[in-house]
């Protein structure tokens, strides 16, 4: 591996003269500038956009930029955003018009503005062959109308819902969103894949970097990316019930659900938690329903006891003839 450095070092905070850059050996390391490469591998992933379509006919369109598509639609809309806004500046206030009128000329033969023009003044004479009258603003109404097409037209080609544009998302429901919205997160989720495989790489050189064995030959390392999709909790909690009936696993429905491996794995040492309490209490049912047939705490109050009856250490429990309830357990039998 060779260690190479600009000729002519830069001051802080300069801007990089590309032009007349040049890179000579670095000999600061090493004598001859030449050093192994303690990791055997280059530390630098490149994440290379997906390309829509391959054409042998243009260069490097896989590699191409995510804007590149809609450059030339960008150039159109800064022209006609600069003529909108010149002809707004220029001509959107009425331009007053008069004729007949004599101009006077001062001492060096420049002529006087007859009338100083304002929103606040008006123009009076005293002539009757004197016409005054005003031209018509532009209307900027086609200009705009423009804007709002080549606006569509970048949405179209890139895929992102109109409504990102303008203020009317508001006027939109939610199923309409969701419709516009599904070209857009199927393009995420196709960056997803691709972009997911170059993080992979870059955590593997970074753990080989830091001694991490482990995690430099983890090749079944998974990037978990958060759903692009905007959905309510109904509609999430209705399909991730529908996975479940149909077999997935619960790890695999948390997952969908947008859990994250942590919390997974805690919800997970929390159910078998609650399923080791539940076993411990298996044992303890019929105590509880014997508890609960006669009153005990936290449960139905007991059937009530006849005065005079029930009342002596030994003496046989009697129900209450006027109020139904159950009848006591027999002698050995099963609670």
Known sequence: MWLYKSSSPNAANALVDAENLRWVIDTGLTPDGF?????????????????????????????????WPVMPVQDAINSLLFNTILTANQQGYRQRWVTGLEVKLDDKGNPIEPFKSGIDRLWQTEDPNVKMGEFSTSDITPLVTGLDMLTHSIAA??????????????????????????????????????????????????????????????????????????????????????????????????????????????????????????AALAPLQPVLRLTEAVGGPGMPPAPDVVPGQGEQPGAPVTQNPGKAGPAPPAPGGNF
């Not at 280059?42 to 369109?61: K, T, W, Y």
């Not at 593997?204 to 482990?214: F, T, V």
């Not at 991730?240 to 994250?260: C, D, F, I, N």
């Open 157 to 278: 080609i890139s895929q992102v819902p109109p409504h990102y544009f303008s203020a009317s998302a508001d006027r939109l429901s939610g199923e309409s969103i969701k419709a516009a919205e599904t070209g857009l997160i199927q393009k995420v989720q196709r960056k997803q894949v691709a972009f997911g495989g170059a993080w992979e790489e870059v955590m593997r050189i970074a753990g080989q970097i830091a001694g991490n064995d482990e995690l430099a030959k983890a090749r079944n390392a998974e990037v978990m990316w958060k759903s692009p999709e905007t959905r309510s909790e109904a509609t999430l909690a209705q399909a991730a019930l529908v996975r479940q009936q149909t077999g997935v696993p619960w790890q695999t429905v948390m997952e969908y659900l947008g859990y994250s491996p942590q919390e997974i794995d805690r919800m997970y040492e929390l159910r078998k938690r609650d399923q080791a309490d539940f």
């Open 35 to 67: 050093m192994i490469n303690p990791y055997g591998v280059v530390p630098m992933v490149s994440f290379h956009n997906p390309p829509q379509l391959l054409s042998a006919g243009v260069d490097n369109i896989a590699r191409r930029s995510e804007l």
